[in-house]
Each structure stands twice: as structure tokens, then as C-alpha cells.
């Protein structure tokens, strides 16, 4: 007769693949995304300021007469520096300015491998832009994303949609 009690709870292995030691990878910490996005923030307004003015677009949104078309140019410019200034360092290492400097790094759920630019770009990052553009709604779901950081998994809801989490970068 078998000795297993057939009665006791299942008994099942729950091991967490994204923390799991022996592959190596350990997850960015909290601390460590909230500064990268700072850094390309403050990158990203350094740069856009002085277009947003020249073309009208500081005095247009501080009196509140952007148009539709003011927006969209906006937001296009706004993808187009975003691909300028980190789609080099995201296609070759997973990474964006800030993501680089703290030593962390973008890869794919699953493999843990660095993502093409164009499933970085379209899937983790254009959709987020354009539902940010959406008045209150953007809003909120912005701030509801940022929070998701604090869940274990560390994924905040652009890292849901596109399969990704971020890591350290291993030490050679």
C-alpha cells in the first residue's frame, strides 16, 4: 500500500521564474526605475523644451489653446526624440539613457532575452503614450501604472502589455 496520504493538500512546486537564482537575473529595484525614468524625463524635457517653445506650443498650452493638431504634432515629436535619443541603446542593450546609467535593463518575460526596437516601441511604449494623451482618463491610468510597481513582480502595466520585466544588468 502507497504511504502518501490521500487526504493531504496537493503539493505543487511554486517557484517564481523572474526571481529564480539560478537563471541569474535579478529584478531592478524599485528605486533604481523610478530614478532611470527621472533621468530620461529630465532628458526628454531638456530636449523638448526649446522646440515646444519655438513653435508656440509653451505659450499655446499655458493658456490652454492647443488644438488637436498641436497635440498629435506634439506627441509625434515627442516618439520621434524618444527614438532618437534611446533607440540605439534600447535595439543593442535593452536599455534607455537611464536604464543604462543604473545598470538595469528591459528583456522579455519569458526567454530574458533584449526585445527588437519595434515590439520595445510599439508595444510597450506607443501605447502608453497615446492613452496618456486621453484628458483624466491618461491621467489616471498613468498614475495606476506607476504603482504597479510596488506589486511584487516589480511589472508596472506597460511591462503587462509587452510580455517584459527589468533587470540588472549581471556584473562580469
Not at 495606476?144 to 510597481?149: E, K, N, S, Y
Request: with cysteine; aromatic share 12%; glycine share 6%.
Amino acid at each position: 500500500m502507497d504511504s502518501e496520504d490521500v487526504f493531504a493538500p496537493p503539493k505543487a512546486q511554486l517557484s517564481d521564474p523572474i526571481n529564480d537564482a539560478s537563471k541569474g537575473l535579478q529584478l531592478a529595484t524599485k528605486s533604481d526605475r523610478f530614478l532611470a525614468f527621472i533621468i530620461d524625463a529630465g532628458i526628454g524635457l531638456v530636449v523638448s523644451l526649446p522646440f515646444l517653445y519655438y513653435m508656440g506650443f509653451w505659450e499655446k498650452s499655458t493658456e490652454l489653446t492647443l488644438t488637436i493638431f498641436d497635440s498629435l504634432v506634439i506627441v509625434v515629436f515627442g516618439l520621434v526624440m524618444y527614438l532618437v535619443l534611446h533607440g540605439n541603446f534600447l535595439a543593442k542593450y535593452g536599455q534607455t539613457i537611464g536604464k543604462r546609467l543604473l545598470k538595469i535593463k528591459i528583456v522579455d518575460r519569458e526567454s530574458e532575452q533584449i526585445l527588437p526596437l519595434w515590439k520595445v516601441f510599439s508595444v510597450r511604449y506607443l501605447p502608453q503614450t497615446l492613452v496618456f494623451q486621453i484628458p483624466v482618463i491618461g491621467s489616471i491610468i498613468g498614475l495606476v501604472d506607476g504603482l504597479f510597481i510596488f506589486r511584487e513582480d516589480r511589472r508596472c502595466l506597460h511591462d503587462y502589455l509587452a510580455e517584459t520585466i527589468v533587470v540588472e544588468v549581471p556584473k562580469h
